[in-house]
């Protein structure tokens, strides 16, 4: 259902609230802009080495589809490949695509949800909290990693199309005159979620399910499964998974649930000091979005358009949380939680703040001012956790550029392996392709 309603006029207190939230919300994004400068790798590290690499063998040799169709691992990074060519072409190698790119995607998959949101049938200014909240999870200075580090752009890029495609997967009734032209476009969209990361692929899966709980005719259902078989199948001919599935033996099976549950439990998984509480977090995420997911997913329809958009952004972040557990548990084992994948739990807990709107809107109309008062005090422990989540990416964005540094001029430590690449011979071959290129000099 799509509409407006507002069960109370906003009064005087309300108006403080909102404006109170909206200042946070602005300090929030003033942070956001300052560790994205300070969080900015230009220089050639990891996966870099490895797509500077590819673009030799490739297209300076003339091989255009070699280039863009070869996987890295088993990614088939489109995006990630048209934005090397534009840096190194256009810019001399600066990163500035992938952060544009990245912000783009980012502020794209913002926007929609916001619009979502403004057009739903509940109070006004609860639209309003929603929207600003929505915000605070996603322009998090723990995601602006993923648009700051070439190397680590596909998972937002992933998240966004996910987004889009849910979006733009009009249900019956839904679209107007051009919901089939938007269809398709869903249908695009998904596509080009797997062309961040391979997960991506799961989308298919999801659209399907909001094809169904969208209530679209027999032949759209066909359309969208047959579309996911046939794009899933093409894009996996050849493909190789460096992951391995191991044995299923009870332990595994609990390391993989773990696994599962600090990847929900981001941004404090990833620090050591808070592991615990992450782990706290994501039971409750994985508990939460079960339940929902059965209550409103599977035994009844969503209630509206908004609800089902949330119950998909849902379901694609415990599906790719499952998908972590199960191809990652045994990489890395004496690592953290990599950060990189916060943009997936910010992607559950939207999903779960709106599922929760119907509840929040009780709130609203029976104790307003204490939930005012509980969402200022977390806003204002999220605006602190920007700043501690900031300054640490930017000194990791530090250690990285000086390693390059001291490994550009000749020199390799134990540190390389870590912010360098892992691998000092395929550094060194990578590095001499830059040098000869004349590339990636900014830093």
């Not at 190194?88 to 979502?116: D, R």
């Not at 709106?354 to 605006?383: E, F, K």
Request: net charge positive; with cysteine.
């Amino acid at each position: 259902m799509r509409g407006h309603t507002q069960s109370a006029v906003l009064d005087g207190r309300d108006r403080l609230f909102l404006a109170i939230l909206g200042l946070i919300a602005v300090a929030y994004l003033m942070l956001f802009g300052y560790y994205l400068g300070a969080t900015v790798i230009r220089v050639p590290v990891y996966d870099l080495l490895g797509f500077i690499q590819h673009y030799a063998d490739f297209w300076l040799r003339g091989d255009w589809w070699g280039y863009l169709w070869i996987p890295h691992n088993e990614h088939r990074l489109i995006f990630t490949r048209l934005l090397l060519l534009a840096d190194i072409g256009w810019f001399g190698g600066n990163t500035v695509p992938f952060i544009v790119f990245g912000l783009l995607c980012l502020g794209g998959m913002t926007m929609v949800i916001a619009q979502e949101i403004m057009a739903a049938a509940l109070p006004a200014g609860l639209r309003v909290m929603l929207v600003l909240i929505v915000l605070l999870l996603l322009a998090a200075s723990y995601i602006v990693v993923d648009c700051t580090m070439p190397a680590l752009g596909q998972y937002v890029h992933t998240a966004a199309f996910a987004v889009f495609a849910l979006v733009l997967l009009d249900g019956a009734g839904e679209g107007g005159r051009h919901a089939d032209f938007r269809r398709v476009l869903a249908l695009l969209a998904g596509m080009a979620a797997a062309f961040g990361i391979a997960g991506g692929l799961i989308i298919w899966p999801v659209l399907l399910w909001a094809a169904w709980r969208g209530g679209l005719p027999r032949g759209w259902l066909i359309a969208v499964a047959l579309t996911g078989i046939a794009f899933i199948a093409v894009y996996l001919l050849g493909l190789h998974s460096h992951a391995s599935v191991g044995s299923l033996e009870p332990m595994r099976l609990l390391r993989m649930l773990d696994y599962s549950i600090r990847f929900l439990g981001l941004p404090w998984s990833h620090a050591p000091a808070f592991l615990w509480f992450g782990r706290a977090i994501g039971t409750v995420i994985l508990l939460a979005g079960l339940f929902l997911l059965l209550r409103r997913g599977l035994l009844a329809p969503p209630r509206n358009r908004l609800e089902r958009i949330a119950l998909g952004m849902l379901l694609f972040a415990l599906l790719m949380a499952a998908l972590a557990g199960a191809g990652r548990v045994d990489i890395a084992v004496d690592r953290e939680m990599p950060v990189r994948y916060s943009v997936f739990t910010a992607m559950a807990q939207v999903g779960l703040l709106i599922l929760l709107a119907p509840w929040l809107g009780r709130l609203w109309s029976r104790r307003r001012r204490l939930l005012q008062i509980c969402v200022i005090g977390a806003a204002v422990l999220m605006l602190a956790q920007q700043v501690v989540a900031g300054r640490a990416g930017a000194v990791v964005a530090g250690q990285y550029t000086e390693a390059y540094r001291q490994f550009a001029a000749g020199l390799w430590t134990p540190a390389m392996v870590q912010f360098v690449h892992p691998d000092r011979k395929l550094a060194e071959q990578g590095q001499a392709i830059v040098v000869k290129l004349g590339i990636y000099r900014t830093y």
